[in-house]
């Protein structure tokens, strides 16, 4: 084999070409990863157009309205984890029952209400207006309230609005020294 030969072979792949393709460029570094509100929101919104796309026919994002949305939400229910009393049953309005049921588990309303939040962000951030927002509509707050009445009856503890914290009046200097009293 002649030097040409051997260096070439040498070389291998790492021997630039003239092409005309642009030099590569250093791999970027890969972006920070979300954060675990994000990171749900991205799972949730997928799941949510998944479920769009599973209807038979399947609904666009543009046609879709309140109605599929609850129609989601009671989809959800069949994968829930907090079992809510039936009228009927005998630990209906029971904090804590002794004994196992046969009531069905569902959604918990925390988890639904924080669900319809994350949709409601990911809708817009998606290009959809505020005003066309099915996750935004009345009936779902209406939905809510009522699933939330219902899981507070059938577990016999009153759901009870935290109330917001009042911001303070801090006093300026001037009236916290005069207020003080003298030494």
């Known amino acids: 084999m002649s030097n040409d030969r051997k260096r070439e072979s040498a070389e291998g792949s790492s021997r630039s070409t003239t092409t005309g393709e642009p030099p590569q460029q250093q791999p970027q570094p890969p972006p920070p990863p979300l954060s675990r509100y994000e990171s749900q929101k991205r799972r949730d919104w997928n799941t949510f157009g998944q479920y769009l796309k599973n209807q038979r026919p399947p609904v666009s994002l543009s046609q879709c309205s309140c109605n599929h949305v609850l129609e989601f939400l009671r989809y959800l229910d069949q994968f829930g984890k907090t079992k809510v009393h039936l009228n009927g ?12 049921c046969t009531c069905p588990l569902r959604q918990a309303w925390g988890s639904l209400d924080a669900l319809i939040g994350r949709l409601r962000a990911a809708y817009e951030e998606h290009g959809g207006s505020p005003e066309t927002n099915p996750f935004g509509n009345g009936a779902i707050r209406v939905y809510l309230r009522e699933v939330r009445d219902c899981q507070s009856k059938a ?4 759901y009870k609005k935290k109330k917001k914290k009042k911001n303070q009046i801090k006093p ?4 916290a020294k005069s207020s003080k009293p003298s030494s």
């Not at 577990?155 to 009153?158: D, E, L, S, V």
């Not at 300026?172 to 009236?175: D, G």
């Open 89 to 100: 049953c005998v630990f209906f309005g029971q904090p804590d029952p002794p004994a196992p």
């Open 172 to 175: 300026n200097n001037n009236e």
């Open 155 to 158: 577990r016999g503890i009153p």
